[in-house]
Nanobody, 115 residues
């Protein structure tokens, strides 16, 4: 019954932008730290950005000036605005929710940056 459903991925040209969404259900969304991670084959999953229950954010250094995480508690949705994309950003992007001992993952959405 807990679900995190990512959307908004796809093919984008270098320098372009995408906005990812993660729709949550089955838990008290407003209590949870929401995060975006990404992963490519053969590499460890890495944190992209996180946003706390009160709106505080943090980012991986390589994404800080290009990506923006936000949340809308009324819609149970977290977003990731990605700008100035390059080939290194190609990955499956996963939504994560965490609160106390609870830890949930979405199934991911593919982002491909290519011309």
């Amino acid at each position: 019954q807990v679900q995190l459903v990512e959307s908004g991925g796809g093919l984008v040209q270098p320098g372009g932008s995408l906005r990812l969404s993660c729709a949550a259900s089955g838990f008290t969304f407003s209590h949870y730290i929401m995060s975006w991670y990404r992963q490519t084959p053969g590499k460890a999953r890495e944190l992209v950005a996180a946003i706390g229950s009160s709106g505080g954010t943090n980012y991986a250094d390589s994404m800080k000036d290009r990506f923006t995480i936000s949340r809308d508690n009324a819609k149970n949705t977290v977003y990731l605005q990605m700008n100035s994309l390059n080939s290194d950003d190609t990955a499956v992007y996963y939504c994560n929710a965490r609160f106390l001992d609870n830890h949930y993952w979405g199934q991911g959405t593919q982002v491909t940056v290519s011309s």
